[in-house]
Antibody, heavy 118, light 107 residues
Framework: EVQLVESGGGLVQPGGSLRLSCEVS????????MNWVRQAPGKGLEWVAN????????YYVDSLKGRFTISRDNAKNSLYLQMNSLRVEDTAVYYC???????????WGQGTLVTVSS | DIQMTQSPSSLSASIGDRVTITCRVS??????LAWFQQKPGKAPKSLIY???SLHTGVPSRFSGSGSGSDFTLTISSLQPEDFATYYC?????????FGGGTKVEIK
C-alpha cells in the first residue's frame, strides 16, 4: 500500500524557518517524481515544487523561488521542503504527493499544517 | 503562467443527477489536464489525468473530455460520496496550476 506521511509542521514566527518531511512506503521511492502542494485555509490548491526521481531536476512556483527548497534522500525514502523567511501568507496545509509520471500526480499524503504567526 | 478557470464555482445537485464541471485554460496545454477531488478536511484524491484517463480505483461514473481550451469532468450519476470540491490542473508547463475549484453540494 502506497503511503506518504508528512511531518514537521507547526507554529513559526514570521521570518522563521521550518523543514517539512514526507516519509514514504509501499513503493520504490527512487523511481518517482515527487511534489509539494499547499492549501491556505479556506482556499484552493497551489502547487509549490517538484523534484525528479534522482533529484537532478527541480521546479518551483515563481513566487517561492529563493525561499523554499525541495530535496530528497532516496536512501531514507524521504522528501523534504526547507522553508525560509516564512511569511503569514505561507500559512497552509502542505501536502506531499507522488507522480505517476512527471507532473502526473497520483497519490497524496494527509498533509501537515504550517502556521506563520507572531 | 497558464490560467485555469473553472465553472461553476459551486453547484447543487441530487443523488442520481448527471453533473458537469468545466475548466477553461488560457492557452494550449497539449492534453495535459488532470482532475482531483477533495472532501472537507481531507487530502485531495487524484481522479483523472491526460484529459480522460482514470486513475486506478476511480469509479467509471467519472469521465473527462475536452480539447483545446475547454475541458469537462462529468459524473454520470451522482452518489452520496461524490459531494466534494473538484479541481482541474494543467501539467503542460511549469508552474503547474490549478483551477479555483467547484464545490458540489447536496440539493
Amino acid at each position: 500500500e502506497v503511503q506518504l506521511v508528512e511531518s514537521g509542521g507547526g507554529l513559526v514566527q514570521p521570518g522563521g524557518s521550518l523543514r517539512l518531511s514526507c516519509e514514504v512506503s509501499g513503493f520504490t521511492f527512487s523511481s518517482y517524481w515527487m511534489n509539494w502542494v499547499r492549501q491556505a485555509p479556506g482556499k484552493g490548491l497551489e502547487w509549490v515544487a517538484n523534484i525528479k526521481d534522482d533529484g537532478g531536476e527541480r521546479y518551483y512556483v515563481d513566487s517561492l523561488k529563493g525561499r523554499f527548497t525541495i530535496s530528497r534522500d532516496n536512501a531514507k525514502n524521504s522528501l523534504y521542503l526547507q522553508m525560509n523567511s516564512l511569511r503569514v501568507e505561507d500559512t497552509a496545509v502542505y501536502y506531499c504527493a507522488r507522480d505517476l509520471a512527471e507532473a502526473v500526480t497520483d497519490y497524496w499524503g494527509q498533509g501537515t499544517l504550517v502556521t506563520v504567526s507572531s | 503562467d497558464i490560467q485555469m478557470t473553472q465553472s461553476p464555482s459551486s453547484l447543487s445537485a441530487s443523488i442520481g443527477d448527471r453533473v458537469t464541471i468545466t475548466c477553461r485554460v488560457s492557452e494550449g496545454i497539449n492534453n495535459y489536464l488532470a482532475w482531483f477531488q477533495q472532501k472537507p478536511g481531507k487530502a485531495p484524491k487524484s481522479l483523472i489525468y491526460a484529459i480522460s484517463s482514470l486513475h486506478t480505483g476511480v469509479p467509471s461514473r467519472f469521465s473527462g473530455s475536452g480539447s483545446g481550451s475547454d475541458f469537462t469532468l462529468t459524473i454520470s450519476s451522482l452518489q452520496p460520496e461524490d459531494f466534494a470540491t473538484y479541481y482541474c490542473q494543467q501539467y503542460h508547463r511549469y508552474p503547474l496550476t490549478f483551477g479555483g475549484g467547484t464545490k458540489v453540494e447536496i440539493k
